[in-house]
């Protein structure tokens, strides 16, 4: 059976670090489906295309034409039908992200026509406040959310704490400060675990992201506690932060949303 066409384009490359890229793809003749935010869609590309420099030496593909493909959380909202947005960290050894990093503007791509997922805000009650911890690229999926459900001065509050090793890593920081700014009702707390790495002091949290919940940042800042009954969470990143996190959540009460039994807790890992 052959390898489907590369049906899409790049059409935005922005280098966060060299070890982080924002793509934007669009489809070539065919038209995104619905979908809600927080979902996920699948890239490739054949295993013949380059591998970036920063990459690990990869073996030779028994078939160059093959698709190689991988699942990426998706970063535009879900309001948009003409382009998606995908927020993508280099893993050297990987066998697609050293080939997403050599793409520029107007190179072709193959983008699944489905997308899909469960990490998203079906089961989360509209007077709930939602508080969204990530790790890395894990911010992703949040970058979609907020785009699709935050309404600046609601009565719902929504709070994304991220987490990096350093200042360059944080993606999407510029914007995210800037909707702190514009909406009352969003709080942004970012922390990087490598400070002694930077080139100017950092004035910010340092350590994990899921310690900026043990300090109480959260109830600092919207000057009340989030809890089991006002408040739901979702975590999306390193599974090590996952884990941690999920403990320290229970510890409070809060429990894991499963398709049997709701809870407040909402995980995505990716790896």
Known sequence: ??????????????????????????????????????????LGLPGSAPRCALAEPDEVPADPNKLIRRAYSIASSS???????????????????????????????????????????????????VVMIATGTGLAPYMSMLSTHLI?????????????????????RSELMTLQHLCQNFTYIPTISRPQGEPTPWTGHTGYVQDLWRHGVIEKAWGFKPTPANTHIF???????????VTMLREEGFKENTKREPGQIHVERYW
């Open 1 to 42: 059976m052959p390898e489907p066409a590369l049906n899409a384009v790049v059409t935005l490359r922005t280098e966060i670090s060299p070890w982080l890229i924002i793509l934007r793809v669009v489809p070539d003749g065919w038209q995104l489906p619905d979908w809600i935010a927080g979902q996920f869609a699948v």
């Open 152 to 172: 600046c001065g609601g009565f719902r509050r929504f709070a994304v704490l991220h987490g990096a090793r350093h200042s360059w890593d944080l993606g999407y």
């Open 79 to 129: 309001r948009l039908r003409e382009y998606l947005e995908f927020y993508i960290a280099l893993v050297t050894t990987g066998a697609l992200t050293p080939r997403l990093f050599t793409l520029n503007i107007g190179d072709r791509i193959w983008l699944s026509p489905k997308i899909t997922g469960m990490f998203t805000f079906d089961q989360v009650p509209e007077d709930q406040n």
């Open 235 to 245: 975590l999306c990143g390193s599974p090590a932060m996952i884990d941690s996190a």
